[in-house]
């Protein structure tokens, strides 16, 4: 794994970078778009395919500004600069457009493994791409008889001489057919306990033997996908790590995806939760009261103000893990936490904003879309619960690997893959 080390002599002052990035934002950025974003309803693909290229565009835009990859070294295109930096141009960023989509999971955690695992040449192919905006990437990571066990993957990679032959099939994928690489987690070896028999490949998403199928969201998305890979072909050189030690790797790569919160490669308005939604923050949620007319319910303004308290309690939170892991007095583990209270919060928040909608979120006038959101949002608010990783999963990792609690007992452990019992549809 490869980290990188900053010359505090070589590194502009906050001060000086905060004055930078605030008069360099005020004459190139546009302002934030209002309303919920693009691709979270019902909209046509033009439209999202139109939004995908304003993200790249977003991303050019700050690279060529100097304020793409303030965290990532100099020699890939990166600034070089500290978290510090990093969360500075976040609080600066505010009320402005911002490459959202690339954010999650191009950023962290695809970048930020490519870079920590990745060799130097696929470091200098990927990251500056990646920070000009040219590359897209998704995890190809869960599979459709998985659940939450990732370990458990069972898409296959076999040698060929100086190639590797994927076979098997990726689901929940966000975006895969207008995006551009995935990192993909793939079993090389079967005869050993799924830790150790994986191993991670980069790959591009447009190829010969990949099929991408879209899946139909309740709330009439398609962001999702389901890949099914057939015979694809990658050369050695696409490999992440070594063979069968992809759990390694595979345990930063969900590190950098449960820290997305207090990563120092992430871009995002500080403040702002891991969705932009109309129930996001305490101060929209007021706007909606009054605009519903409750602002006088005593019922109204305690919901506004748990909203409100909750959001405030994650950021500290937040701010405090990531504090405390950049110095080492809590182990990576504990990002769970920031997962954990992520999913949450976003749960409860989402279901106090349609509950202060009541009727005005089942049916709504064709100039509220943010009402219909809130609607929408509370049909599939349990995503905040699944997405990255289950809730529970991010309690047995609190509870085993950050409280050191016994080891839920598994079945499967010390068991050759090949001969761990499996059930007829997850065969």
């Known amino acids: 794994m490869t980290t990188t080390t900053i010359d505090a002599g070589d590194v502009e002052d906050l001060d000086s970078f905060r004055q930078r990035a605030r008069a360099w934002l005020a004459a190139n950025m546009p302002p934030a778009p209002a309303g919920p974003p693009v691709g979270a309803g019902d909209v046509s693909d033009e439209e999202e395919l139109d939004d995908v290229e304003h993200t790249r565009k977003l991303q050019r835009l700050l690279y060529d500004g100097g304020f793409a990859g303030i965290c990532f070294p100099r020699e890939y295109g ?115 306990p799924k830790h150790r028999g994986l191993t991670v490949f980069m790959l591009r998403i447009h190829q010969p033997g990949i099929e991408v199928h879209r899946i139909e969201m309740l709330n009439g998305s398609k962001e999702f996908c389901q890949e099914f890979m057939t015979d694809v072909r990658i050369p050695d050189g696409d490999r992440i790590g070594e063979v069968d030690a992809g759990w390694t790797v595979g345990v930063r790569w969900m590190f950098h995806e449960r820290n ?43 919901l506004v103000g748990e909203a409100h308290a909750l959001r405030l309690v994650q950021g500290k939170m937040v701010s405090r893990i990531t504090r405390g892991i950049a110095t080492g007095a809590f182990t990576d583990q504990a990002a769970s936490i920031i997962r954990l209270m992520a999913g949450v919060v976003g749960n409860r928040t989402t279901t106090i904003g349609f509950e202060l909608a009541g009727p005005h979120a089942v049916a709504w006038p064709d100039d509220a879309a943010a009402l219909g959101e809130l609607g929408l949002g509370y049909l599939t608010r349990q995503a905040s619960s699944i997405g990255g990783g289950t809730t529970e999963m991010a309690r047995n990792v609190i509870s085993e690997r950050v409280l050191g609690m016994p080891r839920e007992r598994a079945a499967d452990r010390d068991v050759a893959f090949r001969d761990v019992p499996r059930s007829a549809s997850a065969r």
């Open 78 to 192: 990166g600034q070089g600069l500290t978290p510090a930096h990093q969360q500075v141009l976040n609080e600066e960023i505010v009320g402005y457009d911002y490459p959202a989509r690339m954010q999650l999971p191009t950023f962290t955690p695809c970048a930020a493994v490519i870079h920590e695992f990745g060799n130097e040449e696929q470091r200098k192919a990927h990251i500056p791409a990646i920070l000009k905006g040219e590359e897209i990437w998704m995890q190809f990571l869960s599979e459709p008889g998985g659940g939450s066990d990732v370990a458990g993957a069972q898409t296959t990679a076999v040698r060929d001489g100086d190639e590797w032959v994927l076979n098997g099939s990726k689901i929940w994928t966000t975006g895969a057919w207008w995006s551009d690489w995935g990192l993909c987690l793939a079993r090389t070896n079967w005869d050993v």
């Open 260 to 302: 997305l919160a207090g990563s120092p490669y992430v871009t995002r308005p500080a403040g702002q939760g891991p969705a932009r939604s109309a129930a996001d923050t305490g101060d929209t949620l007021l706007e909606l009261v009054r605009d519903v007319g409750r602002l006088a319910d005593p019922r109204a303004r305690d």
